[in-house]
């Protein structure tokens, strides 16, 4: 198995494990009957990093400045992005951290770069925090800085022909990247609505639910304006006549003993 040396975090979730959690995604949204593409690995550079902020309070009379409040913490800066990020921070232990990659049979591993230096990362890492705790960038030290790459497993998933999406699971702890997969949930189609209203009104029951709710949506949808007062109604009685109709094919009538 090749290997990639770079200290990165491991690979502790499996190609046959993130396949059937991305199926079960899928599944959940509605789009079971698509498959699951080959992945992709790509890692990601970030350097993490411990941090020292503390505010000021100035007397009025001595003008003398002292600390008010200090905090400490750990954060990482995705070396791609440019953006802060705690979630890695709080995955990477340097007891952990791998020397090389091993990389899995027949799957791309795609190394991306980082944008800046340590000595640079260290200066955007200081602003940021900076923004973050509300202080002055020179009430913030940054320090014990290293690289780390983390493993993402990537998907690009086609929906339909204009719909193609990415997904990008954790390699490390298996968490989909953010706070949700972001697989949209597809509703049922036209079809499959009319499919499923024309199995409800087979029996009586159903036939008579369907039309006190319908009923009720068309009498908020069609309200009566000046020019035709009673449009709404109308309406609705075309309706009414055109689903009667339609039903007559699929509703067992009482017959007379």
């Known amino acids: 198995m090749p290997k990639l040396e770079l200290p990165c975090l491991p690979l502790k979730v499996k190609a046959d494990e993130v ?3 991305v199926q079960e995604e899928l599944d959940e949204n509605n789009w079971g009957e698509i498959e699951v593409p080959t992945p ?3 890692l990601i550079p970030y350097y993490v990093f411990s941090f020292d902020s503390y505010s000021e309070v100035e007397e009025e009379k001595s003008k003398i400045r002292n600390v008010e409040e200090s905090s400490q913490g750990t954060s990482s800066l995705n070396a791609v992005k440019n953006s802060l990020d705690d979630v890695i921070a709080e995955m990477v232990n340097p007891d952990g951290i791998q020397t090389s990659f091993d990389e899995p049979s027949k799957v791309k591993v795609n190394v991306k770069n980082p944008r800046f230096t340590l000595e640079e990362a260290k200066g955007v890492a200081q602003i940021k925090i900076a923004a973050q705790e509300k ?6 030290h940054i320090h014990g800085m290293r690289l780390v790459y983390v493993p993402f497993w990537v998907y690009k998933i086609e929906l339909d022909e204009d719909n193609e999406i990415k997904l990008r699971i954790n390699g490390f702890s298996g968490e989909f990247e953010g706070e949700e997969s972001g697989i949209p949930y597809q509703g049922s189609t036209a079809t ?7 199995s409800d009104l087979r029996s009586a029951e159903g036939w008579s639910t369907f039309l006190t709710n319908w009923g009720k949506d068309l009498v908020l949808l ?3 304006s000046k020019d035709h007062p009673n449009r709404w109604m109308m ?3 075309l309706l009414l006549i055109a689903l009667f109709l339609l039903a007559l094919g699929f ?4 017959t007379p003993q």
């Open 251 to 254: 509703v067992k009538l009482p």
């Open 135 to 140: 202080v002055p960038k020179s009430n913030v």
């Open 40 to 42: 992709e690995i790509d």
């Open 192 to 198: 499959e609505l009319a499919k499923e209203t024309l």
């Open 222 to 224: 069609f309200q009566p």
């Open 19 to 21: 396949k059937e959690l």
């Open 235 to 237: 309406i609705l009685v």
